[in-house]
DNA sequence: TCCTTGCATCGACGACTGTCAAGATAGACA
DNA sequence: TGTCTATCTTGACAGTCGTCGATGCAAGGA
């Protein structure tokens, strides 16, 4: 047992209580965008696991106040934080945040660990 | 909306390009609210596998059109599928859908088995 | 001090979303 | 045939969302 997520066991496995709901549905219509979809998969993936915003905003064809936008609402969704460093401000991906949203979605050929 | 496996290695590895971004997008987008969340779980954890709709509208302080709509939004986002018996409808989850999703949020602990 | 660069915020706009009441449709049964 | 029940569709409405241009602010350099 990594993580004692008492309130994301795997919704193949018990209905989700309407807070519970309300929460997690927050994090997932913040990736419910293209745009924030790849923001995520772009600074999750960068090199050192954060990204500063100048490397980002080259790879959209949408404007710089819409990168910004949208990494607000990553950050408020609590997938994201940033810190700023100098002329430069930084991204990274909060890990366990993605790991409450994939032990909820895990299905049955995953479910063995949580056979509390 | 042909399942592709091995076009989801997890996002903390290699960003997203932009066709499948708008695919998941389109999924996540579908789970962002609190009702269709709980909805997607009611009929993951509902026994069997399956529920029909008069075991789902009960659950809700929405109307049934409410609910219908949503069962609509979720099955044309792919994550489930329905059939008529009858009088009754009912709703299943489409597993391969809750994978892709759930590879797609895997951080590095869980890295190991996607072999892209 | 002023200027430049990197990023956030503001205000506005059209497009989309969640919801409901009302009506339509499909199947079961008499 | 007709009626009843379960479910879906339609049309409408207020509210939210994604986007942009303009502006503001912080940090660094001349």
Chains 1, 2 share one sequence.
Do not use: N
């Not at 989700?16 to 999750?44: C, N, Q, T, Y």
């Not at 790879?59 to 910004?68: G, H």
């Amino acid at each position: 047992m990594l993580q004692a997520p008492d309130c994301c066991s795997p919704m193949v496995r018990e209905p989700l209580g309407e807070a519970d709901a309300k929460a997690l549905a927050g994090m997932f219509k913040a990736m419910g965008d293209p745009v924030r979809l790849r923001l995520l998969s772009l600074i999750a993936s960068h090199e050192g696991g954060e990204a500063c915003v100048c490397d980002l905003t080259g790879e959209f064809d949408v404007s710089q106040p819409t990168i910004s936008h949208h990494l607000r609402v990553l950050r408020e969704a609590g997938l994201i934080d940033c810190e700023r460093r100098g002329t430069w401000v930084y991204y990274w991906v909060l890990p366990a945040a993605l790991d409450r949203l994939g032990s909820l979605l895990s299905t049955s050929a995953s479910v063995a660990t949580a056979s509390s």
